[in-house]
């Protein structure tokens, strides 16, 4: 019998570290493709049309975000979980109907939303693309069943614990867009000289654009039937609502879906405000400059200030399961401090060699060196708001963890109500071409604000959370950080402006300096005593046998 447990442990370990290696892989790979995507998309369009097609893509993700997005992970997963555990056919029954009843709301959410796709674009365009934007919607917005299917049937197989298939699927959706964007380039876009006028796009162009969307949310729910059929679960219609116990699940998803609602208000303002700024001018970036800067922001987050969130996560929840909320304070500063020193070295790299690294990125194709130049500026203001948005983040998880949805929800209207205001702010002070800089700034305020709420609500909840230690390690990694760039900005005065360099030269200094900047803000860290980083090196040491 010991035999039989050993090797059951190893087994059970073994698989374990292969789905996590899966799952590192497979976000590593969506977080590329996800990049080439914009890459492709900017080179094909430009920024006028590629204006109206980030505002035209918003609509379906927005939409579902909306209806289903929070509510999914906060709400239906648990459910499933829990009818898996209590239910005599391990939950098969209660997830057939979920899925039917998902399939039935996605089916009439999305023919009302087409319906008012005209509406959609007069909330979010500018006079100069409503048309545009108008026709991409009515072909854009199908993909809200798609998606929404798609993120029921991961759900259904995060509950069986198959990861690899929900993991891989968005990535096949990247390659249909990047092949439609290639596409466009060859058909069209080589063949028109200059910039890529709204008044070029034609019927054809329209069709491919927008059709692109939906086929690439269609493939990603198509790849996640395999895996259904492989765990076991069947399709099967069930219209038996009732024994779904629909206003408990109501309940239990009110306070995600206004913290949802709140949150597009914002993306609304936010696109709005951009397509004015950009209405009427070549030179104002505009959505797709946004986009792009933001994109870069959420990469560096996601790869890397995600990991730390997901590696705390199982503490967090067990030490709020079992009351142990002193336990719960400890993590969540030594997530803090550990999420701030890992994202630092980040900041640095965005604030010194922004330029350089967004002409590297886009400056390909329709997508010039102003519009990257532009795109460098609002990425480096990207990079300020990068660590405030990280541990808005992490604390947001802690609220979750303590099952308390209602405070998240509550403490997110001041600080959409920061946002809408500084994007008014921004439109209505600087010029054009600063609108979207404007905006990035006003993000990082308003994740400020959100962390102060965060951290004064949760101190009520769970005691002290250590902000004596937390802030005494911020003020080290602010000097190694301040360090690091100031090594940077005097190795670019001594080489080549990005007015003068070519994207060779750029590349190898986004290499050089960006082994400066980690090499110096390591070593004023451990100069400094910060503790992550002594433990870091002793366990290095270690390995080496010093």
């Not at 799952?23 to 914009?38: D, E, P, V």
């Not at 360099?501 to 004023?524: D, F, Q």
Request: charged share 10%; hydrophobic share 55%; glycine share 10%.
């Amino acid at each position: 019998m010991e035999g039989d447990g050993v090797t059951n442990t190893k087994t059970s370990t073994s698989g374990l570290a292969r789905h996590g290696a899966v799952m590192a892989a497979g976000t590593l790979i969506s977080r590329i493709t996800g990049f080439l995507r914009n890459v492709v998309i900017g080179a094909a369009l430009g920024t006028m049309v590629g204006d109206a097609y980030v505002t035209a893509q918003y609509f379906p993700q927005m939409v579902y975000e909306l209806v289903m997005g929070g509510v999914l992970t906060s709400v239906v997963v648990p459910l499933i979980v829990r009818a898996r555990k209590e239910d005599f056919d391990q939950g098969e029954a209660f997830t057939q109907r979920l899925l039917t009843l998902a399939v039935v709301l996605l089916a009439a959410s999305t023919a009302c939303v087409v319906a008012a796709a005209p509406l959609l674009a007069r909330l979010m365009g500018s006079d100069d693309n409503r048309e545009v934007v108008t026709s991409l919607s009515y072909l854009m917005l199908p993909a809200l069943f798609f998606y929404g299917l798609s993120a029921m049937l991961q759900a259904v197989l995060n509950t069986r614990e198959h990861f690899a298939a929900p993991m891989w699927a968005p990535i096949l959706n990247n390659l249909v867009i990047i092949a439609m964007g290639g596409a466009f380039f060859v058909l069209y876009s080589s063949k028109i000289s200059g910039d890529l006028e709204l008044s070029d796009v034609t019927g054809p162009m329209l069709l491919l654009l927008g059709l692109g969307v939906p086929a690439g949310v269609l493939v990603q729910s198509l790849a996640m039937w395999p895996a259904l059929r492989k765990v076991g679960f069947r399709w099967k219609w069930r219209f038996d609502f009732r024994e779904l116990h629909l206003s408990k699940i109501a309940k239990l998803a009110g306070w995600i879906f206004l913290y949802v609602a709140v949150n597009q208000i914002a993306v609304v303002t936010a696109i709005k405000v951009a397509n004015l700024a950009a209405a009427g001018s070549d030179d104002n970036p505009g959505p797709i400059v946004y986009n792009n800067a933001y994109a870069v922001m959420m990469m560096a987050h996601g790869i890397v200030a995600v990991s730390v969130i997901t590696a705390l996560m199982p503490r967090l929840s067990a030490a709020a399961s079992e009351g142990r909320y002193s336990d719960m304070a400890a993590g969540l500063s030594s997530g803090t401090r550990l999420a701030t020193l890992v994202m630092m070295p980040v900041v640095v790299v965005y604030i010194a060699l922004g330029s350089q690294l967004s002409i590297v990125m886009f400056d390909w194709g329709k997508y010039g060196r102003d519009a990257a130049t532009a795109t460098g500026l609002v990425m480096a203001l990207g990079g300020l708001a990068l660590i405030p948005f990280s541990l808005s983040q992490l604390q947001t998880f802690a609220f979750y963890s303590l099952t308390d949805g209602k405070t998240v929800a509550i403490l997110n209207i001041p600080v959409v109500a920061v946002r809408v205001l500084g994007f008014g702010l921004s439109l209505a002070l600087l010029p054009g071409i600063y609108v979207v800089a404007g905006i990035m700034v006003t993000l990082g305020i308003s994740y400020v604000v959100s962390t102060t709420l965060s951290t004064i609500f949760l101190r009520r909840r769970i005691g002290l959370l250590g902000m004596r230690a937390v802030v005494l390690t911020w003020v080290r990694q602010l000097i190694a950080g301040a360090a690091a760039l100031a090594a940077a900005w005097g190795a670019l005065a001594f080489l080549p402006g990005v007015d003068e360099a070519g994207k060779g030269v750029m590349l190898a200094e986004l290499l050089g300096v960006g082994a400066l900047i980690l090499v110096v803000y390591l070593g004023v860290a451990y100069v400094l005593r910060i503790r992550e980083i002594t433990e870091l090196t002793s366990m290095v040491r270690g390995k080496f046998g010093r």
